[in-house]
Nanobody, 132 residues
Framework: QVQLVESGGGLVQAGGSLRLSCAAS????????MGWFRQAPGKEREFVAA????????YYADSVKGRFTISRDNAKNTVFLQTNSLKPEDTAVYTC?????????????????????????WGQGTQVTVSS
């Protein structure tokens, strides 16, 4: 069982930055692929970024590539999402998620980390609002 708690959201002007954090409970944090998703009002939840268990591989949605950076500190059971050059269309509730499954297929793993249905645990989310 993993409990996830996000923080760091807020109101920021376009072009600004926020650093989101997601603190996890438990002693097996390094066993989970971690992902960030977001959901804007009236829209479906979408994949933002994911990071492998050891933090040596990262993956991004095209819409945030080059502006957002995902990282993790396994010693502190925390995953981060640094968001830079924010745009009004980045406004959403940002939620972190954990996937504890082991994948034997690299291609299936790469597909699964972008699929919210593959994640086992979810936080409550943190609101990010970008004003123009």
């Amino acid at each position: 069982q993993v409990q996830l708690v996000e923080s760091g959201g807020g109101l920021v002007q376009a072009g600004g930055s926020l650093r989101l954090s997601c603190a996890a409970s438990g002693r097996t944090f390094s066993s989970y692929t971690m992902g960030w998703f977001r959901q804007a009002p009236g829209k479906e939840r979408e994949f933002v970024a994911a990071i492998s268990r050891r933090g040596d591989s990262t993956y991004y949605a095209d819409s945030v590539k080059g502006r957002f950076t995902i990282s993790r500190d396994n010693a502190k059971n925390t995953v981060f999402l640094q968001t830079n050059s924010l745009k009004p269309e980045d406004t959403a509730v940002y939620t972190c998620a954990a996937d504890g499954k082991l994948y034997t297929s690299t291609s299936y793993y790469l597909t699964s980390l972008r699929n919210e249905r593959k994640y086992d645990y979810w936080g409550q989310g943190t609101q990010v609002t970008v004003s123009s």
